[in-house]
């Protein structure tokens, strides 16, 4: 599904990725751990093709995207669910959905936002509701409605559980439970270990730009050195 190869990408003159190499398969959720500032969203965001200063191998599906604009990979099924979120604070939440809205894409069901709806029951029942109007949390349920509403194969979903009550942590989990179980692959960006352990298969553990430990989540929970090393706080 996706598969990326030798990765380094730039802000200005600061190196930040140093040959990054990751990939998802169809059907898998995938972590990709560290601390803050490792570079995970840096990763992301190369990926998309918010960074054009960067050099390697991005291929989606098997057609190399790396020199395609942000809009043009949205267009083809990758999805990206940004740390900040960024929803329309002056729309309501059925008319952010909508803003989302993609054909469906063969060997996948549609999302609609019926179907967002009971993914979320939070955001169902304040359908109507301004953007502005709506806690850390909510805007973050509606940030990945508005993704899935793209019927996209895979989601790019960045830092999910940060800054969320625990109540809406497990809530991010089951729903990224079920878009598992609807076909759609994950990648993760986490410093949640715990949250990471509860819903992917395989993770890559990141520092200072460079990929540091690759296997599943059953390995790593066996490596205590990595995780002391470059996952403890």
Avoid at 220 to 230: G, M, P, V
Wanted: glycine fraction near 10%; hydrophobic fraction near 40%.
């Amino acid at each position: 599904m996706l598969e990326v190869s030798n990765l380094n990408s730039w802000y200005g003159p600061a190196h930040i990725l140093f040959g990054v190499g990751l990939e998802a398969k169809a059907g898998e959720v995938v972590a990709l751990l560290g601390r803050n500032g490792a570079g995970k969203s840096t990763t992301f965001k190369s990926i998309i093709g918010l960074i054009e200063e960067k050099t390697g191998s991005i291929r989606f599906r098997g057609e190399e995207i790396s020199g395609l604009a942000p809009y043009q990979i949205a267009r083809k099924g990758l999805g990206y669910v940004p740390e900040d979120r960024r929803i329309f604070t002056q729309l309501t939440i059925t008319e952010n959905l909508e803003v989302g809205r993609q054909p469906p894409r063969e060997g996948l069901p549609e999302w609609t936002p019926e179907r967002i709806y009971d993914l979320f029951p939070n955001l169902a029942e304040m359908r109507n509701r301004a953007g502005s109007a709506m806690s850390g949390g909510e805007q973050q349920m509606l940030t990945i409605g508005r993704t899935l509403m793209g019927n996209p194969y895979l989601v790019l979903l960045d830092e999910p559980s940060e800054g969320i009550a625990p109540k809406i942590v497990e809530q991010m989990a089951e729903a990224v439970t079920v878009m598992k179980q609807a076909g759609v692959c994950v990648l993760l960006s986490e410093q949640n270990l715990p949250f990471a352990r509860m819903i992917s298969d395989r993770a890559y553990v990141l520092e200072n730009g460079e990929v540091q430990f690759a296997g599943t989540i059953a390995e790593l929970s066996e490596r205590e050195d990595i995780r002391k090393a470059y996952l403890a706080l």
